[in-house]
């Protein structure tokens, strides 16, 4: 059963870093585009982050650039988001998504599997 899982979310002061993880299970992940989206309360889902197959490329919503990274091991079948210089708008829940041999982009509608989420709040 395919099953993607979010880890690393919790509360953290402005300023702070978080490294989330999503981990997946039944399937390759070599075969599947990974991205990083999340939704705050009352707004709409926004993408955040994605990488290709490989990991040789990368994209990041302007939003998070310069502060977030986007990696991938596929060996341990886990992708990760280092989230530095954190700010009280990163706080949402995020949700990592898989899209079988696709690409790297930003729009969720793209994706066919989803995670369950994870809580990222930035307060002091």
């Known amino acids: 059963q395919l099953q993607l899982v979010e880890s690393g979310g919790g509360l953290v002061q402005p300023g702070g870093s978080l490294r989330l993880s999503c981990a997946v299970s039944g399937f390759t992940l070599d075969s599947y585009a990974i991205g990083w989206f999340r939704q705050a309360p009352g707004k709409e889902r926004e993408g955040v982050s994605c990488v290709s197959r490989s990991g040789a490329s990368t994209n990041y919503a302007d939003s998070v650039k310069g502060r977030f990274t986007i990696s991938r091991d596929n060996a341990k079948n886990t992708v990760y988001l280092q989230m530095n210089s954190l700010k009280p708008e990163d706080t949402a829940v995020y949700y990592c998504?898989?899209?079988?041999?696709?690409?790297?982009?930003?729009?969720?509608?793209?994706?066919?599997?989803w995670g369950q989420g994870t809580q990222v709040t930035v307060s002091s």
């Open positions: 998504a898989a899209q079988f041999f696709g690409t790297c982009v930003l729009s969720g509608g793209r994706y066919n599997y």
